[in-house]
C-alpha cells in the first residue's frame, strides 16, 4: 500500500513535464548576463538578511531563514512581476535566485562563525577573556 502513496506526486510531475516548453526558453539562455545579476542580487540580499538576523538572534536558523526569506521573497516577487506582463518571467531567473541565496547565506554564515566563536570554548579553555565580533 505504501509504494502508491507517492502517486498523485507521480501524475503531477508527468503532467508538468508534458507541457509545451514555452518558446522564451531559446531566447533565455541559463549563462546570459541577467542570471549572473540574479545571482548576485539573491546572494547579497540573503547576506545581509542573515547580518540583519544574526544582530537580533543568537541563533544561526531564524538569521538564515530571514535572509533566506528575503531574498527568494524579492526573486518571486520579480518573476510574478514579470508574469505580470512587466517582463520576461523565466523558471531559469528564479533558479539563479536559489542558487544566489544558498550561496549568500553559506558565506554569511561562515563568516559570521569565523569572526564570533562559540564562548563556550574560551570560558572553557581557562581564559576568561577574548575577543569576539558581532555583526
Known amino acids: 500500500m505504501s509504494r502508491w502513496r507517492f502517486r498523485p506526486l507521480l501524475w503531477l510531475a508527468l503532467a508538468l513535464l508534458s507541457l509545451p516548453a514555452p518558446a522564451l526558453a531559446a531566447s533565455d539562455p541559463w549563462f546570459g548576463r541577467d542570471k549572473w545579476m540574479h545571482f548576485g542580487a539573491s546572494a547579497a540580499l540573503a547576506a545581509g538578511g542573515y547580518a540583519v538576523g544574526a544582530a537580533i538572534w543568537e541563533e544561526p ?13 524579492v526573486g518571486i516577487g ?13 523558471w531559469r531567473d528564479l533558479a539563479w535566485d536559489v542558487a544566489g541565496t544558498g550561496v549568500g547565506l553559506l558565506l554569511a554564515w561562515a563568516i559570521h562563525r569565523a569572526l564570533a566563536p562559540d564562548d563556550s570554548a574560551t570560558v572553557a579553555a581557562g581564559r576568561g577573556f577574548g575577543l569576539v565580533l558581532r555583526w
Do not use: F
Open 78 to 90: 520579480k518573476e510574478l512581476y514579470d508574469l505580470a506582463g512587466y517582463g520576461h518571467p523565466s
Open 61 to 73: 536558523e531564524p538569521a538564515l531563514a530571514l535572509g533566506a526569506g528575503i531574498a527568494l521573497g
